[in-house]
């Protein structure tokens, strides 16, 4: 306890600790409520132009209104008021992270703004692509991917999951393509080069989705379905078929699904996430296709936030371990219900073992859930903690309460905050009235909570998961390691999981004909299975096993997801032998990255 005057004299500090660091916006004073858009997508100059029209409610008088932009043209600002007035406006200084506040004058508080703008080829949260980089090869494409702050860079906007917005768009596209977005969709709408859309329910900004290309639409049910290109559309129908049993799984657990329609929509391989849980409609990596449906987890993954993130909105990015870590708890109580505990069990050890190799790694202060993210860019300190020690303390509550209690509680948190935003004090309230204070025999209180939310690496009391399946394997491992002998295990029907656990745990360093007769017996490095590749590829890094160059060029020149090309880029830089190659590979695969993607292997190239 800090002695009374010393709380007295920090207190003021929270009170000037900037809350909402990541927008120039006056959320305080006036809040957007509803944009239009009206826009036209030409990728010959790979922009976007048209007008953004804001409405707003006025909490506060202001005499002008700060908007977020990043790398836009601003043309011309009016009022849309009785006369449409121009506004007069000036871009205000640019800040690397955050990118420039366009300050409009609006002294007669007109509730709605139109900016006419365009967008920059290099605009962060776009991603133009020319034919060649897509499945078919035959039409470009084009989408975006706002989370966090790149909202700002196609939209001038209050950039901020602070707020909600309902949103209508007009898209004008070349003929030949469709357009989609995070709102009601008709797959069957003519090619007619326009494409109208409407989105009725308020979402934080940064969900606000759009893309274009060769797309076509699989229907599992009325209310699921799938957009891919032509050669893809296929292949991805059936990969992903449990996705309406995933919804009506995860339906019992908290409630109805809220948002009507759950489609999903397969991007080119260079999109720089597995996934983004757009609403109704969320953006999937194609190398999630592995054509047994073992990588269907990050379906599970974006669906759970239709409750998670977009129905309760986690209010900064500091607290974005209410976006994801309750989300990967779902993602896992959905493999588990649809498919089986055991593989459930599975995926919690590996999430567990990439935590604890996280936490290795990282600062402290980058350990809680709670991110000090002033004065940073929240990309950069995303990492497995909020995600899978967000998960671990959900298993922590579910471990010391029960199930049935958790489960209660999380539908009424549900409940509550639909359509809100809630920020981690909040949270660590409600839940203390509707479960740590409800349960008082369990003996847990906040003080405990606040540990995982504000303190570094793991609690003592934390619940480690563990896997009958991978104790096996764990055997395997030993057998392996001790004789190096390729009939000391035998992986019969190995699933993905237990393969990654299996290269992950053995011995790093081999010798060369060990490894050999390892990927001749079990064709490793043609794996068409990413995530065993993502583990197998670091081992022949470690070992300069040549056999498999090439097939990690192949791995990177045609995967942009910076999950599975990151850490190899990482250890090629690292290697004194490799690096020179790393660096060749990596300008021969930088055109086809996402701007996201091309910024995070620049800086690891940077390094020394
Ligand atoms: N919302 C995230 C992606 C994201 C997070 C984008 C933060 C920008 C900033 C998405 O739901 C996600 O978590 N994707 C993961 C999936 C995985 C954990 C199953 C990914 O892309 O790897
Ligand atoms: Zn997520």
Not at 416 to 437: A, R
Not at 459 to 482: G, M
């Amino acid at each position: 306890m800090l002695p009374k005057f010393l709380y007295i004299l920090l207190l003021p500090l929270s009170v000037w600790a900037n809350e909402h660091p990541h927008t120039f916006s006056q959320v305080d004073s006036v809040k957007m409520t509803h944009i239009h858009l009206d826009l036209k997508a030409d990728f010959k100059t790979k922009t976007l132009s048209g007008i953004a029209q804001l409405t707003f409610k006025y909490i506060k008088p202001i005499e002008s209104i700060i908007l977020d932009t990043r790398a836009l043209t601003i043309n011309s600002v009016r009022a849309d008021c009785k006369d449409k007035t121009p506004l007069s406006f000036k871009m205000g200084k640019e800040d690397k992270i955050l990118g420039t506040p366009l300050i409009i004058s609006n002294p007669n508080q007109c509730p709605q703004i139109s900016i006419n703008y365009k967008t920059s080829p290099q605009a962060s949260g776009l991603q133009w692509l020319d034919k060649e980089l897509t499945a078919d090869k035959k039409y470009p494409f084009l989408f975006t991917q706002s989370e966090a702050i790149h909202g700002r860079s196609w939209i001038p906007m209050q950039d901020t999951p602070a707020i909600r917005v309902t949103y209508d768009a007009t898209i004008y596209t070349p003929k030949a393509l469709r357009a989609v977005m995070s709102a009601k969709n008709d797959p069957e709408s003519p090619l007619s080069g326009v494409f109208h859309f409407n989105m009725p329910q308020a979402i934080p900004p940064y969900l606000i989705a759009l893309a274009i290309g060769d797309l076509h639409y699989h229907s599992w049910v009325k209310r699921s379905g799938v957009y891919a290109e032509p050669a893809l559309l296929e292949a991805a129908a059936k990969e992903f078929e449990d996705t309406p049993a995933m919804i009506s799984a995860t339906e019992k657990l908290y409630g109805p699904y809220p948002w009507q329609q759950y489609d999903l929509l397969i991007l080119p391989p260079s999109f720089p996430f597995g996934g983004m849980e757009n609403p109704r409609v969320s953006f999937i990596t194609p190398t999630v296709i592995a054509g047994d449906k073992s990588l269907t987890s990050l379906i599970s993954h974006e669906l759970a936030h239709s409750w998670s993130g977009n129905l309760v909105t986690n209010g900064r990015w500091a607290d974005i371990w209410l976006n994801e870590g309750i989300t990967s708890y779902i993602e896992n109580r959905i493999i588990e219900s649809v498919y089986s505990r055991s593989l459930a069990k599975m995926e919690q050890v590996l999430s567990y073992q990439a935590l604890q190799k996280d936490l290795a790694e990282l600062d402290k202060k980058d350990q809680s859930l709670v991110l000090p993210l002033e004065g940073r860019d929240p990309d950069d300190a995303f990492t497995d903690v909020p995600y899978n020690k967000g998960a671990l303390l959900m298993f922590y509550l579910e471990d010391k309460f029960g199930r049935q209690h958790l489960d209660n509680f999380l539908k009424g948190y549900f409940k509550q905050f639909s359509f809100k935003t809630i920020t981690s004090p909040k949270f660590l309230n409600y839940l203390d009235e509707h479960l740590l204070k409800t349960y008082p025999k369990v003996g847990i209180t906040s003080k405990n909570i606040r540990k995982w939310l504000y303190q570094p690496a793991l609690p003592n009391d934390a619940v480690i998961p563990t896997s009958q399946r991978l104790q096996k394997v764990a055997e395997d491992i030993k057998k392996w390691n001790k004789t190096l002998s390729i009939n000391s295990f035998s992986p019969k029907n190995w699933s993905y999981q237990e393969w990654v656990y299996f290269l992950n745990n053995i011995k790093q360093q081999l010798d060369v004909n060990s490894l050999a007769k390892l990927d001749k017996k079990y064709h490793l490095t043609q794996t068409g299975n990413a995530e065993i590749a993502l583990a197998w590829f670091p081992i022949v890094i470690k070992n300069h096993y040549q056999a498999g160059y090439s097939a990690i060029e192949h791995h990177l020149i045609s995967i942009g997801r910076r999950r599975l090309i990151l850490p190899l880029y990482k250890l090629l830089a690292k290697d004194p032998i490799l690096r020179d190659w790393g660096y060749q590979v990596f300008q021969k695969a930088r055109p086809g990255y996402h701007p996201l993607a091309q910024g995070s292997v620049d800086k690891i190239f940077a390094k020394k």
